[in-house]
């Protein structure tokens, strides 16, 4: 995970309540890629968040 994303939270708590271990596993992954996928662009990869903290 990078710097940008170590403060969000990948599996809220009421979510990870309802999943067994390899369902939090599965979900982490997910949303981590979803996340990365959101910060650096998403579909518009010139209003990218990563771009504008690195400069």
């Given at each position: 995970?990078?710097?940008?994303?170590?403060?969000?939270?990948?599996?809220?708590?009421?979510?990870?309540?309802?999943?067994?271990?390899?369902?939090?596993?599965?979900?982490?992954?997910?949303?981590?890629?979803?996340?990365?996928?959101?910060?650096?662009?998403?579909?518009?990869?010139?209003?990218?968040?990563?771009?504008?903290?690195r400069g």
């Amino acid at each position: 995970m990078s710097e940008a994303t170590e403060n969000i939270v990948l599996v809220p708590e009421p979510s990870a309540k309802h999943l067994n271990h390899r369902q939090r596993v599965s979900y982490r992954d997910h949303r981590s890629k979803l996340v990365d996928w959101m910060l650096s662009g998403g579909n518009d990869p010139n209003r990218s968040i990563r771009t504008t903290m690195r400069g």
